[in-house]
């Protein structure tokens, strides 16, 4: 009951938001934010399913292999967060390519010879064997073999991985198109696909694909680290989150060394590619030499929302985003004022990015830091780092969904880039208040989702220390045979 | 490879026809597959606890994989004739959303009642999870009929006509899934249920029928055709079959009897929109098709993936065959 009350409250305050946002949302307006809003909580269930698979790989293998209670340990209880973030990443993501349709159907129209192949490819090829294989995963321990439970575990990872890349496919398309030709159709341009590698295997697809599957093991590895950091600080001898600390301290070094490196590269790519998504990066108007502002802090309120060089109070390195764009101190980088099109929304974009390069630096000390106790000894003892752990266990999220922002706020106004905008891909025929209205239910209703989610995360947590408490956690817990579940 | 294309001809001719029956073969698997699951979730409106864990660990292996069908679907409309789901989608606004929440519902229901330990919690997400699964068939039932028939809007007659008969089949499936998936008291019940459940179908189909023919005079000779009657004798046949098999515990055979129920149902579907793609705003397959190479290139991984996909659901199927039982939950 308090559900539906809460719920029910929360409907009533919602019919007099929609009745004052229907004054000014347009159908372009509250689609983008329904969009990026989907994304941003439906992001971190598909980050979670990418980077946790193999994480489950490795515990699956290993309790396989060695016979050892830890690992199986660690793999009920991430196969758990895991099953629920799947079941929250399908609710979340189903809804992403019917969006398509509904809200951007001219988009669709022109698009669909080079977009609608790879989605329909994405579901062949990833979403049957995802689903087929956590069916097994989840519920077919005592029904199959252990040979047959591991590779399960295997596909799942297979499968969430093939997912990200036909989605990247079509979104780096949008970025960088190529491989197509525009032709008239009954009064309507349609990009019709001559050559698919080059369209799918267009300039930006290795970029992304890489730095976003690093990101997503980088978010579920802080995530791991975090709660590891959280039992361990609570009973100091856990075999088992000892083993996962470890494992997640050395993931975390390499991963987050690398992606910095590969982030600096791919920079250096979007400069050449999209320039005016680079300059919004760097909040650089004036066409010239680029500094490279390291800290950024706004003196005044005026500065967040529209965020200049000049307002800000910055430690930069004079002349260095000249040099990360093109590998000259003194390259001329065009501003934002001296292209032809409307600026994408630089404050989002701006400060995003800051966010986003700061935490990946946080992390590279994070994983020295842990590098260094398990090298000279006292990691589990070391409350200082527990405790940063334990903060930093959402902050993969938080990168990861800003990197996706500075991605795609930083190309508007285009939606195809050069091709077509965002305005212009919007359904013709779609009304503001059906816009507005659907947009309200989205943001309400994801906002309740990502509650329950956390709720039920919390109990998972809280089920596990008291397993800690009782101190049962390094014994054989016995089983009744054909039970899976164990509580 | 790169030759083939290069190709600026279809692989064969009729390959948009082809295109068009799979998306109709996909439909069908949804519809099929799917309403397994979603006749589940109305029987399990008035299950006891007991019987309500048996009945979730029946469904918890395989939804998933079941749902995939509706995607399957809308991607591969999307992949062979955008014109038309961009059209479909933006008409149909909406109601897309209302399906998505019911099938959200759906499957939230199912997978977090057992996250809580307090009654109010279960009793929730359990009627998250009967609406959800009743709704769902309506309103997907509603919004293909408005797709078929070309009404602008859903909530007319022969739209809502057709939601009601779709929740009826998916009744007849569900029981014949469980037929399967329990043993004892339940499935008799079930059973029960589902022979009642064709009753109703055979009805409200015949009722659907003649609300076409009312208010769709353009359907009239379609209607009044060879292929209607075959459509009414293969599911006299499949109904006398699933009704036969159920009194007699014949469970495999009840299955083949519900498919062909649905599979005459889509059938119908087709035919009735076939050689449009497109009722509302005139568009026939030619009309919609994407250019050959994108669709050859999609007719060479559907033809590589349908079989493993085959293989997929064989494996699951046969990994949990037999009756489920209710301790067998993941959580």
Same mark, same amino acid.
């Given at each position: 009951?308090?559900?539906?009350?809460?719920?029910?409250?929360?409907?009533?305050?919602?019919?007099?938001?929609?009745?004052?946002?229907?004054?000014?949302?347009?159908?372009?307006?509250?689609? &983008?934010?329904?969009?990026?809003?989907?994304?941003?909580?439906?992001?971190?269930?598909?980050?979670?399913?990418?980077?946790?698979?193999?994480?489950?790989?490795?515990?699956?293998?290993?309790?396989?292999?060695?016979?050892?209670?830890?690992?199986?340990?660690?793999?009920?209880?991430?196969?758990?967060?895991?099953?629920?973030?799947?079941?929250?990443?399908?609710?979340?993501?189903?809804?992403?390519?019917?969006?398509?349709?509904?809200?951007?159907?001219?988009?669709?129209?022109?698009?669909?010879?080079?977009?609608?192949?790879?989605?329909?490819?994405?579901?062949?090829?990833?979403?049957?064997?995802?689903?087929?294989?956590?069916?097994?995963?989840?519920?077919?321990?005592?029904?199959?073999?252990?040979?047959?439970?591991?590779?399960?575990?295997?596909?799942?990872?297979?499968?969430?991985?093939?997912?990200?890349?036909?989605?990247? *496919?079509?979104?780096?398309?949008?970025?960088?198109?190529?491989?197509?030709?525009?032709?008239?159709?009954?009064? *309507?341009?349609?990009?019709?696909?001559?050559?698919?590698?080059?369209?799918?295997?267009?300039?930006?697809?290795?970029?992304?694909?890489?730095?976003?599957?690093?990101?997503?093991?980088?978010?579920?590895?802080?995530?791991?680290?975090?709660? #590891?950091?959280?039992?361990?600080?609570?009973?100091?001898?856990?075999?088992?989150?000892?083993?996962?600390?470890?494992?997640?301290?050395?993931?975390?070094?390499?991963?987050?060394?690398?992606?910095?490196?590969?982030?600096?590269?791919?920079?250096?790519? *979007?400069?050449?590619?999209?320039?005016?998504?680079?300059?919004?990066?760097?909040?650089?108007?004036?066409?010239?030499?680029?500094?490279?502002?390291?800290?950024?802090?706004?003196?005044?309120?005026?500065?967040?929302?529209?965020?200049?060089?000049?307002?800000?109070?910055?430690?930069?390195?004079?002349?260095?985003?000249?040099?990360?764009?093109?590998?000259?101190?003194?390259?001329?980088?065009?501003?934002?004022?001296?292209?032809?099109?409307?600026?994408?929304?630089? #404050?989002?974009?701006?400060?995003?990015?800051?966010?986003?390069?700061?935490?990946?630096?946080?992390?590279?000390?994070?994983?020295?830091?842990?590098?260094?106790?398990?090298?000279?000894?006292?990691?589990?003892?070391?409350?200082?780092?527990?405790?940063?752990?334990?903060?930093?266990?959402?902050?993969?999220?938080?990168?990861?969904?800003?990197?996706?922002?500075?991605?795609?706020?930083?190309?508007?106004?285009?939606?195809?880039?050069?091709?077509?905008?965002?305005?212009?891909?919007?359904?013709?025929?779609?009304?503001?208040?059906?816009?507005?209205?659907?947009?309200?239910?989205?943001?309400?209703?994801?906002?309740?989702?990502?509650?329950?989610?956390?709720?039920?995360? &919390?109990?998972?947590?809280?089920?596990? #220390?008291? &397993?800690?408490?009782?101190?049962?956690?390094?014994?054989?817990?016995?089983?009744?045979?054909?039970?899976?579940?164990?509580? | 490879?790169?030759?083939?294309?290069?190709?600026?001809?279809?692989?064969?001719?009729?390959?948009?026809?082809?295109?068009?029956?799979?998306?109709?073969?996909?439909?069908?698997?949804?519809?099929?597959?799917?309403?397994?699951?979603?006749?589940?979730?109305?029987?399990?409106?008035?299950?006891?606890?007991?019987?309500?864990?048996?009945?979730?660990?029946?469904?918890?292996?395989?939804?998933?994989?079941?749902?995939?069908?509706?995607?399957?679907?809308?991607?591969?409309?999307?992949?062979?004739?955008?014109?038309?789901?961009?059209?479909?989608?933006?008409?149909?606004?909406?109601?897309?959303?209302?399906?998505?929440?019911?099938?959200?519902?759906?499957?939230?229901?199912?997978?977090?009642?057992?996250?809580?330990?307090?009654?109010?919690?279960?009793?929730?997400?359990?009627?998250?999870?009967?609406?959800?699964?009743?709704?769902?068939?309506?309103?997907?039932?509603?919004?293909?009929?408005?797709?078929?028939?070309?009404?602008?809007?859903?909530?007319?007659?022969?739209?809502?006509?057709?939601?009601?008969?779709?929740? %009826?089949?998916?009744?007849?499936?569900?029981?014949?899934?469980?037929?399967?998936?329990?043993?004892?008291?339940?499935?008799?019940?079930?059973?029960?249920?589902?022979?009642?459940?064709?009753?109703?179908?055979?009805?409200?189909?015949?009722?659907?029928?003649?609300?076409?023919?009312?208010?769709?005079?353009?359907?009239?000779?379609?209607?009044?055709?060879?292929?209607?009657?075959?459509?009414? %004798?293969?599911?006299?046949?499949?109904?006398?079959?699933?009704?036969?098999?159920?009194?007699?515990?014949?469970?495999?055979?009840?299955?083949?009897?519900?498919?062909?129920?649905?599979?005459?149902?889509?059938?119908?579907?087709?035919?009735?929109?076939?050689?449009?793609?497109?009722?509302?705003?005139?568009?026939?397959? %030619?009309? %919609?098709?994407?250019?050959?190479?994108?669709?050859?290139?999609?007719?060479?991984?559907?033809?590589?993936?349908?079989?493993?996909?085959?293989?997929?659901?064989?494996?699951?199927?046969?990994?949990?065959?037999?009756?489920?039982?209710?301790?067998?939950?993941?959580?």
């Amino acid at each position: 009951m308090y559900v539906t009350t809460i719920a029910g409250s929360v409907f009533a305050e919602s019919a007099q938001t929609v009745a004052l946002l229907l004054a000014f949302l347009t159908p372009e307006l509250a689609s &983008r934010i329904q969009f990026g809003w989907a994304i941003t909580i439906h992001i971190i269930f598909a980050a979670l399913s990418v980077g946790l698979a193999p994480f489950l790989v490795y515990f699956v293998v290993q309790e396989v292999r060695t016979g050892e209670e830890r690992y199986a340990r660690l793999r009920k209880f991430w196969t758990k967060i895991f099953a629920v973030g799947f079941v929250m990443g399908t609710v979340t993501g189903i809804p992403m390519g019917f969006m398509f349709g509904t809200n951007f159907a001219t988009f669709s129209e022109v698009s669909g010879e080079l977009i609608g192949g790879p989605l329909s490819f994405e579901a062949k090829m990833a979403f049957f064997l995802e689903a087929f294989a956590l069916g097994i995963l989840l519920f077919g321990r005592e029904r199959v073999s252990d040979r047959m439970y591991a590779l399960s575990a295997f596909l799942v990872a297979l499968g969430a991985w093939m997912s990200a890349f036909w989605i990247l *496919v079509v979104n780096s398309w949008m970025q960088t198109p190529q491989g197509y030709e525009l032709v008239m159709k009954e009064g *309507v341009p349609i990009a019709q696909l001559t050559d698919p590698m080059a369209a799918f295997f267009n300039p930006r697809f290795p970029w992304m694909y890489v730095h976003m599957q690093n990101a997503a093991v980088i978010s579920v590895t802080l995530l791991v680290a975090g709660i #590891a950091a959280y039992f361990i600080w609570k009973n100091r001898d856990s075999q088992v989150w000892q083993t996962a600390l470890k494992v997640a301290i050395v993931v975390l070094l390499v991963t987050s060394i690398f992606q910095v490196i590969h982030g600096d590269m791919y920079g250096r790519h *979007v400069a050449e590619t999209q320039p005016h998504k680079f300059a919004a990066m760097e909040a650089h108007y004036e066409t010239g030499a680029a500094d490279l502002h390291i800290v950024a802090i706004p003196t005044e309120l005026e500065a967040i929302t529209d965020p200049r060089a000049d307002n800000l109070y910055t430690i930069s390195i004079p002349y260095l985003a000249s040099f990360l764009a093109e590998g000259d101190f003194t390259a001329e980088v065009t501003g934002l004022n001296d292209f032809e099109y409307e600026s994408p929304p630089v #404050a989002w974009v701006f400060w995003s990015f800051r966010v986003m390069v700061g935490l990946g630096f946080w992390f590279v000390f994070l994983g020295l830091w842990g590098a260094y106790r398990l090298w000279r000894g006292g990691l589990y003892e070391d409350d200082r780092y527990l405790q940063a752990l334990m903060l930093s266990a959402p902050l993969g999220f938080v990168a990861t969904i800003t990197g996706w922002y500075v991605a795609e706020i930083g190309r508007q106004p285009w939606i195809i880039q050069d091709v077509l905008t965002t305005a212009e891909g919007v359904s013709t025929n779609l009304g503001s208040t059906e816009a507005t209205l659907t947009l309200v239910g989205f943001v309400v209703g994801y906002v309740l989702l990502f509650g329950v989610f956390l709720y039920v995360f &919390r109990r998972i947590l809280v089920e596990e #220390a008291e &397993r800690q408490g009782t101190g049962t956690e390094d014994r054989e817990t016995p089983e009744s045979p054909g039970v899976i579940a164990d509580d | 490879m790169t030759e083939l294309l290069s190709h600026t001809e279809y692989l064969v001719d009729s390959l948009p026809e082809l295109w068009f029956g799979l998306v109709v073969v996909a439909l069908g698997g949804y519809l099929l597959l799917d309403g397994f699951d979603f006749g589940l979730g109305i029987l399990y409106a008035d299950a006891n606890e007991k019987e309500r864990q048996t009945m979730l660990a029946a469904f918890g292996p395989v939804w998933k994989a079941n749902e995939v069908w509706l995607v399957l679907f809308g991607t591969v409309l999307f992949a062979a004739f955008p014109v038309v789901y961009a059209n479909l989608l933006s008409r149909h606004y909406l109601l897309v959303f209302a399906i998505l929440l019911a099938l959200s519902l759906r499957g939230l229901g199912s997978k977090l009642r057992g996250e809580g330990d307090d009654e109010r919690w279960v009793r929730f997400w359990d009627a998250c999870f009967v609406v959800g699964s009743t709704f769902s068939p309506f309103l997907l039932g509603a919004f293909v009929a408005s797709w078929v028939l070309g009404t602008p809007s859903a909530f007319a007659p022969g739209p809502v006509a057709v939601g009601l008969t779709v929740v %009826a089949l998916c009744v007849v499936l569900g029981a014949a899934f469980l037929g399967l998936k329990t043993e004892g008291l339940l499935r008799e019940t079930v059973a029960r249920r589902g022979r009642m459940a064709t009753g109703v179908y055979t009805v409200v189909l015949l009722a659907t029928v003649a609300v076409l023919y009312g208010f769709h005079p353009e359907l009239r000779p379609k209607i009044v055709a060879t292929p209607t009657l075959l459509v009414v %004798a293969v599911t006299a046949a499949s109904a006398t079959a699933f009704v036969y098999a159920s009194a007699r515990a014949r469970y495999r055979l009840a299955v083949g009897g519900a498919g062909g129920i649905a599979a005459a149902f889509v059938a119908y579907v087709a035919y009735l929109l076939y050689p449009s793609v497109d009722p509302a705003v005139g568009l026939s397959i %030619a009309d %919609a098709v994407v250019s050959p190479l994108p669709l050859n290139l999609a007719s060479i991984f559907a033809v590589t993936f349908l079989p493993v996909i085959a293989i997929y659901f064989t494996v699951l199927y046969s990994v949990f065959s037999g009756p489920a039982s209710p301790e067998e939950s993941y959580s």
